[in-house]
């Protein structure tokens, strides 16, 4: 018990420091490279940015404020389980935030000939310099890579996850879908602030594709599962080795068609990262072990990812849908 509790704790810190890595990126990409140019992202940041370029008001205060309220919603719609390591990258990210963009004023105040540029009305300069689409390319990039990080440890940067978690709950629509759809709306909204203009706006909208295109990377590298094949005379001890890192292993009847023997055959689904491991494992207690790799398009199930299909409605479903509505 004892054992299991402290695997639970070193899962709990590496995915707090993946969040707070993941979170650290997306907050140089964002300040760095997104809003000397007066770039519009999605997310909550965006819009803060939108109000940031309209009025001043800082982009950290706006995210932080309109978080606390969505998170009180949150945890009456969906709980407390949903809501933690929410209101950790809530805190930490507006933090972030903040102190990134005085770093980057110190910098272009302490070093000026480092910047070709300094945005007047925010006081940032330009890393990328005179450069505003490739600022778009390399910061809509660290900030998907940033966000990818945080969503493999299971976390959430809050914001429009939250809007789009809520909305999922009550309406057949896709998380993914929801969350599309407000960062249209608040990178759309970019073109009416006193810098918006078209090209501003289709810079936004490169940004949103780009930054979701690294996040499926990193999500999706992350999560992809190999399975293995190991033949070994020694399989008992392999398979208990094995089991001994918290991974499932499946014992199969095989014969060798040559030799007529009978063999065991250990089946090992795992996570691509944790390949190297078994590897070693395997090797130390079988050097001479046949073994199968092969990448697999999917698991699904305990240790996975979960079932995703939406049970289709039976007519009986779709009438009582009807009469209650009526």
Not at 16 to 42: N, S
Not at 181 to 198: H, V
């Amino acid at each position: 018990m004892a054992k299991i509790l402290k695997l639970s704790l070193m899962q709990d810190v590496r995915d707090y420091v993946t969040i707070t890595l993941g979170l650290l990126l997306y907050a140089i990409g964002f300040t760095c490279f997104q809003l000397p140019y007066e770039i519009t992202t999605g997310g909550l940041a965006g819009a803060g940015a939108v109000i940031f370029y309209a009025t001043g008001f800082p982009v950290q205060y706006t995210f932080f404020l309109v978080n606390i309220v969505l998170l009180i919603v949150a945890v009456k719609v969906l709980g407390w389980k949903f809501c933690v390591k929410t209101i950790y990258a809530v805190f930490a990210l507006t933090f972030l935030l903040g102190a990134t963009q005085e770093v980057m004023r110190e910098l272009a105040t302490l070093h000026p000939e480092w910047f070709s540029y300094v945005n007047p009305s925010s006081g940032l300069p330009t890393v990328v310099k005179n450069n505003i689409f490739m600022s778009c390319i390399i910061g809509a990039a660290v900030e998907g890579i940033g966000i990818g990080l945080v969503f493999l440890s299971n976390g959430s940067t809050g914001g429009t996850d939250i809007i789009a978690s809520i909305i999922n709950k009550y309406k057949d629509v896709t998380l993914g879908q929801m969350m599309m759809l407000c960062d249209l709306i608040i990178i759309t909204s970019s073109l009416f602030t006193p810098s918006g203009s078209l090209d501003r706006l289709l810079y936004g909208y490169c940004t949103l594709i780009i930054t979701n295109l690294l996040l499926d990377y990193v999500v999706d590298r992350g999560r992809q599962s190999v399975q293995f094949f190991i033949f070994s005379r020694k399989y008992e001890d392999i398979a208990t080795a094995i089991s001994a890192t918290h991974r499932g292993v499946t014992v199969l009847d095989g014969q060798g068609w040559y030799t007529k023997e009978s063999r065991k055959v250990l089946v090992v689904l795992a996570k691509r990262r944790e390949s190297t491991n078994i590897f070693r494992i395997i090797q130390g207690i079988d050097p001479a072990a046949f073994v199968s790799q092969s990448r697999v398009i999917g698991v699904f199930g305990e240790g996975f990812d979960r079932i995703k299909v939406k049970a289709e409605k039976t007519k009986g479903d779709k009438a009582k849908s009807v009469n209650t509505q009526g």
